[in-house]
C-alpha cells in the first residue's frame, strides 16, 4: 500500500506527501517499499530486486530499514506493514476464525511494528516518522456480486454447501476486524516505541476511509475489478511485463493474480485521502 500498488509515481502518496510539505521540489521521495512486503523479522537476506508491483514478501520492512543509508538525513519517513504478514487471504477466507484473526493482528500490527519502529529510530536519528493505517478492504456497502472477483484474484474459493450471503457477511466482518484491530494495534506500537525511547517521534495517522470507500462499494478508494475481470488502475501494461518477466511460465495462478495486484490497494482518491491526512499533522 505504501508502495501505490497500480499508481502512477505522480498519484502515490509519497509524491503527494512531498509536494505538499515541499512545492518547490526541495523534497524527493526515496522509496524503499514494494508491493506484498512483509514486516517479517530483524535479519538480513539479500535478494535479486523485481518491480515493486510484482507482489513478493522479501525484502522485507526490516530488511529495508536495515539497507536504508541515506547520503542525507530524511525529512519524514512513512511507513506501514502488518496485512500481508497477517495475509490477505486469511481475511478472505470465510473458515478463518476471529479470535486467531484478531491474535495475528496484534502480533504483526501490534509487537512486530514495534521491534521495526524501534529499529528505525535507532537507523534514523531525530526524524519525524509517520505510521499509516489501514482502511475496510470490504465491507457491509461492498456489493455482494462483486466480492467473489476479489476471492478469485487471492485463490479463494466460495463454498459449496454454505449460503453465498452467510459466507459473504462472514468475509467482510473479518475485513471490518481487521481494519478496526490493526488500528489499535498500530497506535499501540506507537506509544510503545515512543515511551520505549522517551519521545513523541512516532505518529498513526489514520485515512479516513469508511465504509462507502472499501472495494466494490458505492465511493471506492480502491481499485476494484472490471466486469470482464480486468484490473482498473494505471500501470496495467508495465505491470503485466514485470509479473511475466518475474514469474515463471509454469505458475499461471501467481501470474494472473500479479496482473490484478491492484484490487484491494488504494486507487488515486484513496492516495490523495492518505496524503492530506499525512499533511494535516506533519508541518512543513
Given at each position: 500500500m505504501t508502495w501505490g500498488q497500480g499508481l502512477l509515481d505522480t498519484h502515490k502518496l509519497g509524491t503527494l506527501v512531498a509536494s505538499g510539505l515541499s512545492p518547490a521540489g526541495e523534497l524527493v521521495v526515496d522509496m524503499r517499499a514494494h508491493s506484498g512486503a512483509v514486516v517479517g523479522a530483524p535479519d538480513l537476506v539479500e535478494l535479486a530486486a523485481v518491480d515493486g508491483e510484482v507482489p513478493v514478501g522479501l525484502p522485507s520492512i526490516f530488511e529495508q530499514?536495515?539497507?536504508?543509508?541515506?547520503?542525507?538525513?530524511?525529512?519524514?519517513?512513512?511507513?506501514?506493514?502488518?496485512?500481508?504478514?497477517v495475509?490477505?487471504?486469511?481475511?478472505?477466507?470465510?473458515?478463518m476464525d476471529i479470535g486467531h484473526l484478531r491474535a495475528l493482528t496484534r502480533r504483526y500490527c501490534g509487537d512486530r511494528m514495534r521491534l521495526l519502529l524501534n529499529l528505525l529510530r535507532a537507523r534514523i536519528e531525530d526524524v519525524p516518522i509517520v505510521v499509516v493505517g489501514y482502511y475496510p478492504v470490504l465491507s457491509t456497502e461492498s456489493h455482494p456480486f462483486r466480492m467473489p472477483f476479489l476471492l478469485a484474484v487471492n485463490g479463494v474459493?466460495?463454498?459449496?454447501?454454505?449460503?453465498?450471503?452467510?459466507?459473504?457477511?462472514?468475509?467482510?466482518?473479518?475485513c471490518e476486524v481487521f481494519w478496526e484491530e490493526s488500528d489499535r494495534a498500530l497506535q499501540r506500537a506507537v506509544d510503545t516505541s515512543n515511551a520505549d525511547a522517551g519521545d513523541s517521534?512516532?505518529?498513526?495517522?489514520?485515512?479516513?476511509f469508511t465504509r462507502r470507500n472499501a472495494t466494490f462499494a458505492p465511493e471506492p478508494w480502491l481499485w476494484g475489478l472490471n466486469g470482464d475481470f480486468t484490473p482498473q488502475d494505471e500501470v496495467i501494461v508495465t505491470r503485466r511485463a514485470s509479473c511475466v518477466a518475474a514469474i515463471p511460465e509454469f505458475d499461471v495462478f501467481a501470474r494472473e493474480q500479479c496482473f490484478r495486484a491492484s484490487a484491494g490497494h488504494p486507487n488515486i482518491a484513496g492516495a490523495q485521502a492518505y496524503a492530506t491526512a499525512i499533511l494535516a499533522v506533519v508541518q512543513p
Open positions: 530499514v536495515e539497507s536504508f543509508q541515506p547520503s542525507h538525513p530524511p525529512a519524514l519517513v512513512i511507513v506501514n506493514g502488518g496485512i500481508n504478514d495475509d490477505i487471504r486469511r481475511l478472505l477466507n470465510p473458515f474459493g466460495l463454498p459449496l454447501f454454505v449460503p453465498h450471503e452467510l459466507v459473504f457477511a462472514k468475509i467482510v466482518t473479518q517521534r512516532a505518529t498513526l495517522v489514520t485515512p479516513g
